[in-house]
């Protein structure tokens, strides 16, 4: 079967630096997306990977190893307002999206 | 403002009481899907469209039914609502299913069946 896994609840200081995992196992890859989602609100584009490396955008970068069916968001300078869920999604050999439960991420002043 | 538009957005319903949620898109996008959320579960898909007249199911399809007349629009039907169809419904579209194409979320229905 299909399966993505991340850590359930993390917790991090503002201002610092926090990673989350995503580690998948699917039918195939055509792709790796995260997602951030705010409680009771809609998931919002963060990033995209499809050749392995880390992509880079302001605050947030995404690493992506094909190899190991493992990446990772990097969160820097932590504010109070990226607390939210972190959506982890595998694109498969159908075109189609398998997600994982989500990583709540939970920022302290 | 490009947007995904989602109605009701709360609905409180009976069990077998037949409902739609309307799902639109103003992109032009060809490829629109509906997900569902549960806690500790994450996005579910329930069905998806490639393009008009295109319609496949997801993962959870049973008791759902969707059309996709137009290609602004992809409405989700619960013929006969049951308890455990509540949840929190998302629409989402894309521009295709292929390449790098990020997907956009209406605003999500939150639903409770009785």
């Known amino acids: 079967g299909q399966n993505i896994d991340q850590p359930t609840e993390m917790t991090a200081t503002e201002g610092a630096i926090v990673q989350i995992n995503c580690t998948y196992q699917?039918?195939?890859?055509?792709?790796l997306f995260w997602y951030q989602q705010h409680a009771g609100e809609a998931p919002t584009f963060l990033s995209y990977n499809v050749l392995d490396g880390l992509e880079e955008k302001g605050r947030f970068s995404s690493f992506l190893s094909r190899s190991k069916g493992y990446s990772y968001l990097l969160l820097k300078e932590l504010q109070m307002k990226d607390s939210a869920s972190y959506l982890c999604a595998v694109r498969d050999s159908n075109y189609q999206l398998i997600w994982g439960a989500g990583t709540k991420l939970i920022i302290k002043p | 403002e490009a947007q995904v538009t989602q109605n009701p957005r709360y609905l409180i319903t009976v069990t077998g009481k037949k409902l739609t949620v309307t799902c639109s898109q103003n992109?032009?996008?060809?490829?629109m899907s509906w997900y569902r959320q549960d806690p500790g579960l994450g996005l579910r898909q329930i069905y998806y469209?490639?393009?008009?007249?295109?319609?496949d199911k997801g993962d959870v399809p049973e008791g759902y039914k969707v059309s996709r007349k137009e290609k602004r629009n992809f409405p989700l039907i619960l013929e006969s609502p049951s308890p455990n169809q509540t949840s929190l419904y998302f629409c989402a579209s894309s521009d295709s299913a292929g390449d790098y194409n990020e997907q956009f979320f209406g605003p999500g229905t939150r639903l409770t069946v009785l």
């Open positions: 699917t039918s195939g890859f055509n792709g």
């Open positions: 992109m032009n996008h060809e490829y």
């Open positions: 469209s490639m393009n008009v007249e295109v319609t």
